[in-house]
């Protein structure tokens, strides 16, 4: 028997009609004699009324239990009044039942599909039971229709999707690669990709001029909150377009995907804004401009204070001293502050120095701090001038390391912004904020390793008229990179890329890769550029992240349908499991003694 | 400057219009004073002519080579008559340039693009250069067309695309895994899937309803023309429908993909066939419908006659003894047959019999062989009669154990069939014959292990009625399992599953493994279909292969964009490759010591 529709989708349309439906029951009630079943599939829940008229359907409906798999044909009719729910679809009518089968009979599941609080270990355990629960259905759909407008939009500007290798080389340069021992050439080993980086690039070479592909990528590195050891990139490249034709094509996709599945109408274009001014005004290169606070930078005021841990990093080039005004956060109890302290501890700030302005008209009598006594008066006044602040004002302060600065005082801003008293204070301006970051510096100077290392990826396109500074000062120079951000995720990023040999070799060498390991390393890619390479660039989106933030979900893992615990483990299947010895023996290779036994 | 249209596509539609084209020279030719480029991109060749009045890109034009990236600007003008092109969209228009910018200069490519005689080994290392040759242009862009039609149409019916893990759980039974060693869980391993098969079964449990993925799958097998360690699915399951209906929708989906992007309109229906007639007439369970031959069985025939390599097999009911009849083959000469003799070698048979019937009606001395003296009359009168054989035909014979008949002369069928004889005698029908086969065994007895092996896999639903045959006489259980077959080639198949606990344990006692094993490795699926799991089933297609097919490819390697070397090995990239030893203490193995040093 064919099914009519989902049975979410049964309302008044189906007045007065026959319906077969499948589905699980998700409740089953009985109510003065009549058997009630809320029956449930991929499209909602309605509500199925057997009458004990029908003594075969009612007999069986006393079988029933929760999360049996049935077929229900019945008559679709009104709910009695008063008895609709206006949450669902199908809340207006009830199906009559006539004729229950039985599917599938099922054993009582672990937990309540609709407990909101069952924990982590126990979701991915049951993973089966609670992909059934309509938030995680709903989230899959929801993921399934961003790809799915992402994929028509591409196609219809002549993007097309190549499959690029799963099994490539390992290139130890970036972060940590999965390997895969080869058995039929022993010693040696494959790597799960990265990203598809270098095969898009050389599809370029080859003169597919717009490709894309939504595919894994593979990082083992530890893990967070948001990162899974794969995750999935809708991943874009171009030919012959600049990073300005390149910006328009890939917002004007993401513009589609939240108009088309979140009924969302994004700004057209989207703001664009230099890295250095991200970094000066939010102390972050993907700031959340929902948060309405920002730095101000205040060192040189600082320069002759008596308070040391202000005059210190004040007259310290590799410092910053930055003041964040927070509006009305003079009535901030203690406590708080206290709690922001110690959050600004986890990213390596010593203390948290504020001064609440109980009078902005009265310095220093009005300001309300342990450290005013240190400042003098010239310096508080104009310290309240330059940050505007008013009376009910907090000023909150980051003196450290440039990098220490921005990482404390970025968070705080986006922590008090998100706050209740955020919130409450107008701080934060719910909704969609994207934002471009461009001109990004080319390197990051890393001090372990006494190095520039890449600050996209070493085939970014320097700045035009920068690439004389691969070779004279790196750290000035400017990579053609744009990241695309949203609501303080970094969803996109991308750059123009190097299409010439000696460009790309200057970039090596300015990264210290000597030619010999460049040639080792890269050399596919340094031959494929002599060829006549075409100008291209594009970007890469983390699709993960993307559904995430437009679910609302609370995790990565709550929009991946099997997804791997922070110990990379699948609990549903055991996975990674010990194998066979002679899976081992196979592939060349033996545990080690310390670990084995 | 934007581009005005791709280069392949400039036609008399743009007459006297200004384009502005990006493309790579394909050939250059000096002709009267004048310069000819053949410029390319992806959709194909137009014809520049660069004037010496043009002084600044007449110059431009002297220094062009090969492959040189550039920029044209000019005006579209008809080609002078007589020098028009029918082979090219662009043939009867050509641009007279009017600016050239070389976007970017190319060495000597290492062949010409145009050489139709390159090895495998050349063309896999300059696979960037290969990928340029407009074939394999048109090849990747035939397989996104077809991967986009099935996406269209899949999504159409409800399917929704939902991605499941790289990293999964070994599990030894079927193929060889590709392991992945975990760095976090010392001593353990992911396994790469071999297909989604347990995920997609889960997911229908989930109540998703309708699934699909294009998505890689692998299997570390010793390699075949047609095979490659990772290959591409595309993976589809549904819930509620039985195997009539999947077939329909997914017949549906082949027919949609050669209709759009073929202009094919296939049979609709496909014409069905039993596993047990497939053999029988064809000896091959993925029959090439084009071919117009078929077994004839004469074991009963065979019984009595004196010569031994056909009595033998004729009264032992592990064997078959069957005719093939070559209409018109008398005139084959002998060097051909001793061909097929050497051929069927290859499937084992020890050698090929056969009868040229040079006078039908006059027997025996109307018929040529070796062996008519060792066959009495009215075996060989009752032979011709079941054959139909005519004046003029040809018979070949198998007579072995049945595997080895259908094998052999399985092979033999199709290797004539496809021959210039064939082909000239109207044995082929070229076109397109698809076919589903149907009612596959359960399972294989494998005489190595001892045991009955899954002839699909283990999660295959037995059909309805043979169920008790699971623990009485598995070998004549028959699957609820369909293969889709086109032209000879296997390019899709699945089955309904099973969606009961109770049925699965009864397939794993069929083979032999132990409930301990079967909740080691299959636990979570027997947990899965505890919790009301519905009737479901589906189907994989191999994506590569179709792809080959439609293409007109000689090797699935030609469908794909860097595909690795029967050796597993990728030319272009040197994968696998040695890893630093650090890498492989952070995961926990090390080298074998034969291998390493």
Redesign the interface.
């Known amino acids: 028997m064919n ?1 009519t529709c ?1 049975t979410g989708e049964v309302s008044k349309a189906h007045l007065d009609q026959t319906v077969t439906l ?4 998700h409740r089953r009630r009985d109510h003065g004699g009549v058997i009630f079943i809320d029956l ?3 499209a909602g829940l309605a509500q199925v009324v057997v009458d004990p008229d029908n003594e075969a359907a009612f007999e069986t409906a006393e079988r029933i239990r929760n ?3 049935l ?1 229900i044909t019945g008559l679709v009719r009104l709910r009695p009044a008063g008895t609709t729910n206006p949450d669902l679809l199908s809340g207006e009518v009830e199906i009559l039942c006539r004729e229950i089968e039985i ?5 009582t ?1 672990p937990f309540q599909l609709d407990d909101d609080n069952l924990s982590e270990t126990t979701r991915l355990t049951h ?3 609670d ?2 629960r309509p938030q995680m ?1 709903r989230n ?2 929801l ?2 229709r961003v ?2 407008v992402a ?1 028509n939009y591409l ?1 219809a500007l002549g993007f ?11 290139t ?1 340069e970036g972060a ?17 990709p990265q990203s598809p980086q ?2 898009k690039q ?2 370029m ?5 717009r490709y894309y592909q939504i595919t ?1 990528c ?1 990082r ?1 590195e530890d893990l967070r909150a948001d990162r899974q ?2 995750f ?1 990139q809708i991943d874009c490249e171009t ?2 377009l600049d990073e300005v034709q390149i910006r328009e094509i890939f917002e004007g996709m993401v513009r589609e995907i939240y108009r088309q599945v979140l009924d969302v109408a994004l700004p057209d274009p989207f703001p664009v804004m230099g890295w250095e001014e991200a970094m000066r005004r939010f102390g972050s290169d993907k700031p959340d401009l929902r948060v309405k606070l920002e730095f101000t930078d205040v060192a040189d005021l600082m320069r002759d204070v008596g308070f040391k841990v202000f005059a210190g990093p004040a007259n310290d080039p590799a410092c910053r001293v930055v003041a964040l005004r927070v509006p009305g956060g003079a009535s901030m109890p203690r406590s708080e502050i206290d709690a922001y302290t110690q959050f600004v501890g986890i990213y390596g700030a010593r203390g948290l120095a504020y001064i609440k302005v109980n009078d902005a008209a009265s310095i220093p009598d009005g300001l309300q701090s342990p450290i005013v006594k240190n400042i003098h008066a010239d310096a508080l006044r104009a310290l309240i001038e330059r940050t505007g602040a008013q009376s009910g004002d907090l000023i909150f302060f980051g003196a450290d390391r440039a990098k220490v600065v921005a990482d404390a005082i970025g968070a705080l801003r986006v922590k008090i912004g998100q706050s209740e008293f955020g919130r409450a204070n107008g701080l934060f301006e719910p909704g969609w904020k994207p934002l471009w970051v461009v001109d990004f510096p080319m390197f990051e100077y890393d001090e372990g390793e006494g190095r520039y290392t890449a600050a996209h990826h070493p085939f970014t396109c320097p700045k035009p008229g920068h690439e004389d500074l691969l070779e004279t000062d790196p750290g000035k120079a400017l990579a053609r990179a744009y990241d695309m951000v949203m609501n303080g995720w970094e969803v996109g990023g991308g750059s123009e890329r190097i ?2 040999a000696d460009v790309q070799r200057k970039v090596f060498k300015a990264l210290k890769i000597d030619e010999e390991e460049a040639r080792l390393k890269f050399g ?1 890619l340094l ?2 550029l ?6 291209h660039g594009g970007l890469a989106f983390g699709l993960d992240r993307l559904v995430t933030l437009m679910a609302g979900a609370e995790s990565i893992r709550d929009v ?3 997804p ?1 615990t922070q ?4 609990l ?9 010895e002679k ?1 081992l ?8 003694q ?3 036994k």
């Open positions: 099914r989902y499948f589905g699980w029951v449930r599939d991929r999360e049996y798999c077929r599917l599938n009979a099922s054993v599941p993973r089966v039971l992909l059934r259905q899959l759909m993921r399934y790809s799915l994929r196609d097309i999707d190549i499959e690029t290798p799963m099994l490539t080389r390992s130890p940590r690669d999965y390997l895969v021992p080869s058995r039929v050439n022993p010693g040696e080993f494959f790597a799960l270098l095969f050389m599809l070479v080859s003169g597919f001029d894994k593979f083992d050891p794969e999935t030919s012959f299409h010439r596919f031959d494929a002599q060829y006549g390479a075409p100008p991946i349908a099997f791997k110990r990379a483990q699948c549903l299947t055991q996975a990674p499991s010990a194998v066979d899976q023996r196979e592939l060349h290779i033996r545990l080690r310390t670990e084995a």
